[in-house]
């Protein structure tokens, strides 16, 4: 079975400071989905990332994939306080037995 | 263009008692998903149906079940509601394209109904 694994699963953080959120999951996937979930809303897309080498970039934040290492990073560049929200990696299942399966998330936090 | 709609917000029953959660996908997705996020177990997957039909269904018990209508808007039902069914329920909808390395079936999620059984 797909099993999903985010780290760190908590981050604090300074503004104008840089981190990665690191996503590894376990078999073959085609895609990998980052969201961002603010406390008590519910999911919004942010990246959609499709094949070896894909990057993804969107204001401060950078999304890249290794299907060989099954790695997936999102990179923070100079955090602001907006950024503070929880992060879910997401990976795919093709087929019959399609599903999404996400992993536990990163809940970030930027402080001033 | 109307995201993904859920209701109630909230919902408030007791235990043994049965909830229905309704979901309205956005317009031109067929494909409807439930998820539970439970405190401390994160997002699970529930149910996909498809055109209609159920496709896939997750490790959870017959007790939750669900349909999807005509006009493509789900229902999910928990019946013999237990504590621990306590938790925040996603319904998110996809577009399902035909195959090919750059199909972007990405899901959109709803708000959520909190449910809460006491």
């Known amino acids: 079975e797909l099993k999903v694994e985010q780290n760190p699963l908590f981050l604090s953080m300074q503004e104008g400071k840089n981190y990665t959120i690191y996503c590894n999951y376990s078999t073959t996937s085609d895609r990998l989905y980052w969201y961002r979930q603010d406390p008590g809303k519910s999911l919004e897309s942010l990246f959609v990332?499709?094949?070896?080498?894909a990057v993804k970039q969107e204001g401060r934040l950078m999304a890249s994939l290794d299907t060989k290492a099954r790695l997936s990073t999102l990179h923070i560049t100079a955090a602001v306080h907006d950024l503070s929200a929880t992060y879910f990696c997401a990976v795919d299942t093709r087929g019959s037995n399609y599903k999404l399966t996400f992993g536990k998330g990163t809940l970030l936090t930027v402080n001033p | 263009e109307a995201g993904v709609t859920q209701s109630p917000t909230h919902l408030i029953k007791t235990r043994g008692q049965q909830a229905t959660l309704r979901c309205s996908p956005i317009?031109?997705?067929?494909?409807v998903y439930w998820y539970q996020q439970a405190l401390g177990l994160g997002l699970q997957f529930l149910l996909w149906y498809d055109e209609g039909e159920e496709r896939n269904r997750g490790n959870f018990p017959p007790r939750f079940s669900g349909r999807q209508f005509p006009n493509y808007s789900s229902e999910l039902n928990v019946n013999a509601l237990e504590l621990e069914d306590s938790a925040l329920y996603l319904c998110?909808?996809?577009?399902?394209?035909?195959?090919?390395?750059?199909?972007?079936?990405?899901?959109?999620f709803g708000p959520g109904t909190r449910l809460t059984v006491l």
């Open positions: 998110a909808s996809s577009l399902v394209l035909a195959g090919g390395p750059t199909r972007t079936d990405t899901q959109y």
């Open positions: 317009s031109g997705h067929t494909s």
């Open positions: 990332l499709l094949s070896n080498g």
